[in-house]
């Protein structure tokens, strides 16, 4: 088979929550150590999908590299890049698309979700971002993707378009496989039925790799569980008290069934300063040197700069081997 690679991506908009965290960049650090080729991009063309401030974006990818970089990904095991800075990226979408049909996108539900975020009114590059993913990907002949279930979608129209061009035009591009998260999806901290999310409106609802202990001290005070002042997980029933217990057996490492033994007798307005207490100091390394990074533009800048060439070194010999198949 393929030489084994592995690609992600990751956007630019904002500083990123614990969900992504505990949910994505907690695992893409491990696989740096597992795999031999490695690549994580920070997919601004992505992020304009949707209306951008060019300061922010700007602002927003050196803040997302440096965050990367204090999770733990390192440069020397993982090629980080900024997605814009290989044109590639662009010129496989372009071909890709030309073999992808409008209903099949159409029935992507997240076109729907951000399409009506926007009055119905979603761009064309919204439409079309899944391609762009999708050439995201092959552009590496990657073989392993990282996704979370919201992307499994995704990835599957990634590998019919990989079957499709296979097909037309001979057998190029390795078939990716998922690597599926193990771990549980950490919910909003005001309304649990639905995901932490960067996009919630709501001040407290999410947890930011860069909240001060105070911060994060006062949204799990805050935090939206139920009368019942006892620690139990049960996620069906109680669904607030059980993403506390989710997220502290997340950051420590202990079992659920464990932390509610350990919690026995505890009132949970307690059990809340223990979950923050646990989440400071899981975060505090993270912050501490992100905060270290945050002050040195030129080292980010080099990171990416170095990792946009060595992205370009691979992506560069493919896009011509596919402009040769097509008949370019
Ligand atoms: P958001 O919904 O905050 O915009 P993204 O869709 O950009 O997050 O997700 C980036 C990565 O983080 C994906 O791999 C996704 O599965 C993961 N992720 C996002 N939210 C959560 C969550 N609440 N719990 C666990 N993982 C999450
Ligand atoms: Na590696």
Not at 127 to 149: C, E, K, M, N, S
Request: include cysteine; glycine fraction near 6%; aromatic fraction near 6%.
């Amino acid at each position: 088979g393929a030489e084994p690679r592995v690609f992600s991506g990751i956007q630019p908009t904002g500083i990123p929550h614990l969900g992504n965290y505990l949910g994505a960049l907690q695992s893409w650090v491990h696989l740096q150590e597992r795999y031999h080729t490695v690549l994580y991009s920070i997919v601004d063309l992505h992020s304009i999908t949707v209306p951008q401030d060019p300061g922010t974006l700007r602002q927003s990818v050196l803040d997302m590299a440096a965050c990367l970089l204090a999770c733990g990904i390192s440069p020397a095991q993982s090629c980080i890049f900024q997605q814009s800075q290989v044109a590639e990226h662009a010129e496989l979408a372009w071909i890709l698309s030309c073999l992808t049909s409008m209903p099949r996108l159409r029935h992507l539900p997240q076109w729907k979700v951000k399409s009506q975020r926007q009055n119905n009114e979603g761009s064309v590059g919204l439409f079309t971002y899944p391609v762009l993913q999708a050439a995201d990907i092959l552009l590496y002949r990657a073989t392993h993707v990282p996704v979370g279930d919201d992307q499994v979608q995704h990835l599957e129209l990634t590998q019919d378009t990989a079957r499709l061009f296979n097909r037309l035009y001979g057998d190029f591009f390795p078939i990716p496989k998922a690597i599926m998260g193990t771990s549980k999806k950490i919910r909003s901290l005001r309304d649990p039925s639905s995901k932490m999310s960067k996009s919630d409106p709501h001040k407290l609802a999410t947890v930011r790799l860069t909240d001060s202990p105070e911060e994060i001290v006062m949204k799990f005070r805050k935090a939206v569980t139920d009368f019942t002042s006892e620690v139990t997980y049960d996620p069906e029933g109680r669904p607030g008290v059980s993403n506390l217990v989710a997220i502290h057996s997340a950051v420590t490492g202990l079992s659920a069934e464990e932390i509610v033994g350990r919690s026995r007798g505890m009132e949970t307005a307690q059990y809340k300063l223990a979950v923050a207490e646990a989440v400071i100091q899981k975060l505090r390394p993270i912050r501490e040197e992100m905060h270290r990074l945050q002050k040195d533009r030129g080292y980010l800048q080099g990171v990416l700069r170095q990792g946009a060439q060595r992205a370009k070194e691979m992506a560069a010999p493919v896009y011509d081997s596919v402009c040769r198949l097509v008949g370019f």
